[in-house]
């Protein structure tokens, strides 16, 4: 149990090799509390104010990044997610991301969990897309063709999710500038085995016009799709990287993102569309919005979808493994990590 008034507070150590294992097959469950969560956020019951990105000067490319939150409802905790991002570490085969994440008891402020936490932050992104895809193709009809524009991790797991969440596709299309990630991504699809036959694009452009899902996955540091004619035929585009598409692009689409205030910052695609017409009415409306049905998805417009990444889904999907390692009896606790426990000094 977390810690509560005056019982000893308990600290446990949880491994990723638990998360996976509590995660593991749950795809339609995360995606169910993902969507609380954003609805829980949709209604105010949340804190989660701006992520704190730490750069480098002598690393331009790293980055570390704080996502402090607070959630209500029966979610109930605070926490932090310290999540770093080193794109370089993947030509040894090492993922970009590694992260932590610490929970906090509501009542007492005491961290009870410090969690291994990329595959958390995986988990809740993919799930949110799987969300979004679902909630924005509802009244166009199911996209058989999905393209996937970078393969690595957070790829591979929005695939799980959609498989996992009842997709099928006839045609999964593969884009990535490395040749030999493309491949690998290809393999996993084979060995996952779901639905659709692969192929390889050996354009971006090729991609999306044969697409009519397509998701962005890369780590593109500034716009490298730029012409509205590639999405012609509307299709629906899940913008997990937030910066590959090009003000043009965004500007003839209908745009729906997680957070309004979160996501116009830190150069993404919206953010630079703002910078450039000075307001924000590009911006249709946020997925909350689309789930409780104030505004309607168009037809004859493409549709991007640009999450920035709330620290309050982090924190839902961490506390849910939490509760179920506790009531498995499987929490690993530190004996003696909270040592100071009278405020005089008397036992
Ligand atoms: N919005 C969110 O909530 C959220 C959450 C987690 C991750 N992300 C983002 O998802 C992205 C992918 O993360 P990952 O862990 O899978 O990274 P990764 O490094 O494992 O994979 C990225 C892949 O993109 C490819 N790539 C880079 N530039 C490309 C381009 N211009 N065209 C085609 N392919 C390109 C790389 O070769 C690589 O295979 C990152 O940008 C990350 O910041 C977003």
Known sequence: MPPSGT???????????????????QE?????????????????DTVNPPSYFLKFEDRPSARIIALPASVGGEVGVD??????????????GLPRASAVLILNDRDTGYPFACMESSIISAVR???????AADWLTRERGRPKRVGFIGTGLIARYIHTYLAGTGWEFDEIGIHDLSNEYAAGFENHLKDAGGTGR????????????????????????????????????????LHVSLRDLGPEVIKASSNFVDDVEHVLKANTSVHLV????GNRYFINGTLHNVMTGMVKIPRDRPVVFSPFGLGVLDLTVAKHVYDELAASD?????????HELSRHGKK
């Open 125 to 131: 992104t993919a799930a949110s897309a799987a969300l």
């Open 79 to 92: 926490g932090i997610k310290w999540i770093s991002s080193f794109p370089e570490n993947i030509e040894s």
């Open 198 to 237: 692969t192929v390889l694009h050996d354009s971006a452009e090729s991609l999306i016009r044969n697409s009519d899902l397509v998701v962005f996955a890369t780590v593109a540091g500034t716009p490298h799709v730029t012409s509205p004619a590639w999405f012609a035929h509307n299709p629906v585009v």
């Open 274 to 277: 703002e910078q450039e017409v």
């Open 330 to 338: 499987g929490l690993h606790t530190v004996d003696g990590f909270f």
């Open 7 to 25: 019982e000893v507070p308990s600290f446990s150590v949880i491994s990723g090799e638990q998360v996976s294992r509590v995660l593991h097959g």
């Open 28 to 44: 339609k469950q995360i995606v169910e509390l993902v969507d609380y969560a954003y609805r829980v956020h949709g209604v105010g």
